[in-house]
């Protein structure tokens, strides 16, 4: 059976110019081995773990993609068909009973299967009744004003209003079932309701709806909040990760993490003095960040990132060659589930890698595989593998494949085999002697494709179900 076919307009080939990468530089290197290497992934050299490696092979790594102009048309189209992401400034500011019940339900209802505490015991059903009672159905009124609010500080967004870890009956510690996602300093949001403790408000991002730590959001006026996102000059972190300067009269930014995609206006000495928080802000990225004051409303104060770290002054270029950089800045960073373990997951770091350049995407990894956004292929169960081959022949760099529940990155080709880069949590393979093989791999990784195991039945090339092209 055919594919089905989404697409939207590329961009126009006279737009394409040469430009140097912000992040990433192309040059002939020698790559760092490292004495006695070995590894059980199959197929990988210590050359492929180099960004450089894949540079090389490009022959135009710095053209660009798409103009700012083009990315803003692409957003909008994304924000058009996808039901999930949300316009902030065209949200309601009041929800009826039923409308805000409807928010509830949709992220706290009852797990459908059985979870298990750290210890293996089972949570009973007074228990996890317990968990959804905690989101305050009596408080729920005719009409709900909504309030709108800035994020201070790195934190989780959780199924309940409780930070109890909970898993399925493997007892995989490492996916907690009670994690959905992360969000950074400068993240705007509209605070729905309030857990029953009065820790926790109901939170709309962008693109996630879930419970948040009451202490690491601001309320502030609607259009402070959702105009502090649209001031210019902005920083870009595109780093993994970077903190601003330790400041012991302003413990509110003192080493505050700010995670790559994180985006903050900037500040000139001509408003903030030569004294920012007892340091010359000269050698400096001087940047705007909300906090709490004594009342937990916004506030804003100067906050100092130290030059020698990689801050990009607007988004990235949109190249390949800042697809690769930035892709390659979490490699072997530890898999997090849902952004948990202070680091992200396999839609997190697609999520943050094509963010740093401007392009937002839906959080989860089904609304992107199956999100009428980009140029993608959907593949049905009656699709043969032929069908994906073909299509991986004419993939290019950046272009994401999907899989039930994960999603990939694509690299390129080596000696016929396509490479791709991932955060991934096992890892599993048939060798060329028959013997299947499973390890553990748990964090941003290079491996091949098609020849990984998708359990102990399946390859990666049986289970792929979409490959999308954001172009």
Not at 41 to 58: K, T
Not at 373 to 383: L, M, Q, W
Not at 409 to 423: E, N, P, T
Request: aromatic share 10%.
């Amino acid at each position: 059976m055919s594919p089905l076919l989404f697409a939207c307009s590329p961009a126009e080939q006279n737009t394409v110019t040469q430009q140097r990468d912000a992040s990433v530089a192309v040059s002939t290197v020698d790559y760092q081995q490292l004495p006695n290497y070995t590894t059980d992934v199959p197929g990988i050299e210590q050359d492929y773990l180099a960004p450089e490696f894949w540079l090389q092979r490009l022959e135009q790594p710095h053209a660009l993609i798409m103009t700012r102009d083009e990315i803003a048309d692409f957003n909008a189209r994304s924000y058009r068909v996808q039901d999930e992401m949300v316009y902030l400034n065209e949200h309601p500011l009041e929800l009826s009973a039923a409308e805000l019940t409807a928010k509830i339900d949709s992220i706290s209802s009852l797990p459908g299967y059985p979870r298990h505490y750290a210890d293996g015991t089972r949570a009973t059903a007074e228990q996890l009744d317990a968990y959804r009672n905690a989101a305050h159905f009596d408080a729920i009124r005719d009409v709900n004003p909504v309030r709108f609010a800035l994020v201070v500080k790195r934190t989780p967004m959780r199924t309940f209003p409780t930070l109890d870890k909970l898993y399925s009956d493997d007892l995989d510690t490492d996916i907690d079932r009670f994690q959905e996602t992360g969000v950074f300093p400068g993240t705007p949001l509209a605070i729905l309701h309030t857990s029953a403790d009065g820790q926790w408000y109901l939170a709309q991002s962008y693109h996630y709806l879930a419970w948040i730590q009451a202490k690491h959001v601001a309320i502030g006026p609607r259009e402070e909040v959702l105009g502090f996102v649209e001031k210019e000059p902005f920083a870009i972190v595109t780093e993994a990760k970077v903190h601003t300067n330790y400041t012991p009269s302003m413990t509110a930014v003192s080493e505050v993490q700010l995670d790559m995609s994180t985006r903050l206006p900037l500040l000139s000495a001509a408003e903030t003095g030569h004294n920012v928080h007892g340091q010359n802000p000269f050698a400096s990225y001087t940047v705007q960040m909300p906090i709490r004051d004594a009342l937990g409303d916004l506030a804003f104060t100067p906050a100092l990132i130290p030059r020698h770290n990689d801050v990009s002054v607007g988004y990235l270029p949109f190249t390949e060659a800042n697809l690769i950089g930035q892709a390659f800045k979490f490699l072997g960073e530890r898999y997090g589930w849902g952004h948990d373990y202070n680091a992200r997951d396999c839609t997190g770091f697609v999520l943050e890698v094509y963010r740093s350049m401007g392009i937002d995407m839906p959080r989860n990894s089904s609304q992107q595989g199956y999100g009428a956004y980009g140029t993608t292929v959907v593949y049905d169960e009656n699709a043969s593998n032929e069908e994906k081959l073909a299509r991986l022949a004419k993939a290019q760099v950046g272009d994401l494949i999907y899989l039930p529940g994960h999603v990939v990155m694509y690299l390129g080709q080596i000696d016929g085999y396509h490479y791709v880069i991932h955060d991934v949590h096992g890892l599993s393979y048939t060798d060329d002697n028959g013997n299947y093989y499973e390890g553990t791999l748990n964090g941003v990784s290079v491996t091949p494709l098609t020849t990984l195991g998708f359990g102990k039945n399946d390859t990666y090339l049986d289970r792929i179900y979409a490959i999308k092209s954001v172009r």
